[in-house]
């Protein structure tokens, strides 16, 4: 069965450095997200992306976070200027359309960690 | 604005015990449901569905009816084996450009 894969699978960073998340999401599916769970808290919407363009984004996103599919395989979050705070678990995830009936499908996530 | 509420875990129970975990939500429209699962160590897979008031998804044994006169969402097993011991996610999404998390409850199976 196709799955959504994320590389890596943990990453430590320092405070202040860019870093940057990779995907390969399932290759017919059209829609893709990023998802965040700090530690015992709940997963929380970052941003979808649809035709090469941010369709909806959460607060948590802000000039820090930027998204990218720079081929046709791939897609990437970085974060421009990592904070404490960032450490969490980042899932991405992807979906075959928009309709709210159709599965989004995630990945194994990524653990970062900002020291 | 749209939001999910799960029973507080963690949930143990002795395998072959009946399991219900609860999940209410709160959204306009009318939303799509899911459950996911998280095992340890694993990303988040899809363990159910439901789209409109009184369907039923189910898998793995596992069920859940959609109730909009309760605006409820369930989870439910007949017997849980310890193979079961995960994080439940109870999910909402009115458009697919986002999925609405509840918390997460833990089930514990003790053999």
């Known amino acids: 069965e196709p799955e959504v894969t994320q590389t890596p699978s943990h990453q430590v960073t320092q405070m202040g450095q860019e870093v940057i998340l990779r995907c390969v999401p399932i290759?017919?599916?059209?829609?893709f997200y990023w998802y965040r769970q700090i530690l015992g808290q709940k997963v929380e919407f970052l941003v979808s992306f649809y035709n090469n363009e941010i369709s909806e984004k959460s607060e948590i996103f802000d000039d820090q976070f930027s998204v990218e599919r720079p081929d046709g395989s791939n897609f990437t979050l970085k974060i421009r200027s990592t904070k404490l705070e960032d450490s969490a678990m980042y899932f991405c995830a992807s979906s075959e359309s928009v309709v709210a009936n159709q599965p989004q499908h995630f990945g194994d996530g990524t653990r970062l960690s900002i020291l | 604005g749209n939001s999910v509420t799960q029973m507080e875990g963690p949930v143990t129970l002795s395998e072959e015990a009946f399991l219900t975990i609860n999940c209410t939500y709160t959204?306009?429209?009318?939303?799509?449901l899911f459950w996911y699962v998280q095992y340890p160590g694993e990303g988040l897979q899809l363990l159910l569905k439901?789209?409109?008031a009184d369907d039923k998804g189910s898998n793995k044994g596992f069920e859940a009816t959609y109730r909009k006169e309760t605006t409820s969402f369930h989870l439910e097993k007949g017997s849980v084996q310890v193979s079961d011991s995960a994080v439940y996610f109870c999910?909402?999404?009115?458009?697919?450009?986002?999925?609405?998390w509840g918390a997460g409850t833990k089930l514990i199976i003790k053999p």
């Open positions: 959204a306009t429209g009318y939303p799509s």
């Open positions: 999910a909402l999404s009115d458009s697919n450009y986002q999925l609405i």
């Open positions: 439901a789209t409109k």
């Open positions: 290759s017919n599916h059209l829609y």
